[in-house]
């Protein structure tokens, strides 16, 4: 059993890596209880035991014996490189803006090294503030693509009927950028040559059928400003949240060779 960062005690959540079915039938359960997915909308339990069984990575946190939150991940090669996709990162309600999340990718990036793999990706919402500020600013993750409506409609409240459109995250685990960051709190500056910004309020404009039209409009135009400037060779390098909860996306030129 792998242990790396983990802790023991109930007030500070134990990370580890799952063990048997019965853990692996927690994170199902999970995922209704986050993200409020129907049955169809389930990830099964059998693509949790393959990713295990594959060379991929699921992780728990436990307060005590209960789950608490999970990350799945599965194999991927592209471009001539073993990686790990994270398709799952999921943490209980009560158990959010405690760090957890951060906890559970920084358990899965010491792990991903222990095996020789330095690069992992996922996608997020780019509606989704929280969510993108760790990925960019507490993890160092890049993000330089974008997919539009990658899963179809989905059943998840959170979603609000929209398409999922995606961004790709894509976390060089060794490079300058997140070794700094891990460092010093920090990533190193890179010049923003363009911005993007994402009212706090789209997640009201979801909620409310009568105001939805508000966040498919909001979704469609960052779709084409993302896409514009990743064309343009740009990616996401920064991400600012300010007083009122409004999220910016901050794009520059990122230095491929640093990775």
Not at 98 to 113: I, S, V, Y
Not at 115 to 126: A, Q, V
């Amino acid at each position: 059993m792998t242990t790396v960062g983990a802790s023991t005690t109930a007030a500070n959540p134990v990370i580890r890596h799952c063990q048997g079915v019965e853990e692996m039938r927690a994170c199902v359960g999970l995922q209704r209880d986050v993200w409020g997915f129907a049955d169809e909308d389930l990830v099964p339990l059998r693509l949790f035991v393959v990713a295990e069984k594959v060379g991929g990575q699921v992780i728990g946190a436990f307060d005590g014996e209960r789950m608490i939150g999970f990350t799945m991940s599965v194999p991927g090669h592209r471009a001539g490189r073993l990686y790990l996709h994270s398709h799952m990162l999921a943490v209980l309600p009560e158990y959010q803006n405690r760090g957890m999340g951060r906890r559970l990718k920084l358990f899965q990036r010491e792990d991903a090294l222990s095996k020789g793999i330095d690069w992992i990706e996922w996608t997020f919402d780019p509606l989704e503030i929280k969510n993108a500020f760790l990925n960019i600013e507490r993890l160092g993750a890049i993000v330089r693509r974008y997919n539009i409506n990658q899963y179809g409609i989905t059943s998840s409240p959170l979603q609000g009927g929209l398409p999922t459109d995606r961004l790709v995250a894509e976390w060089w685990l060794n490079s300058p950028r997140v070794l700094t960051l891990l460092e010093t709190g920090s990533h190193p500056p890179v010049a923003t040559e363009g911005t993007i910004r994402i009212p706090s309020h789209v997640y009201s404009w979801k909620k409310d059928p009568s105001t939805r039209g508000k966040a498919l409009e909001l979704q469609s135009h960052i779709r084409e400003r993302f896409m514009d400037y990743f064309k343009a060779g740009l990616s996401v390098v920064a991400y600012e949240v300010d007083a009122e909860g409004n999220g910016t996306f901050h794009l520059g030129k990122w230095d491929e060779d640093s990775r």
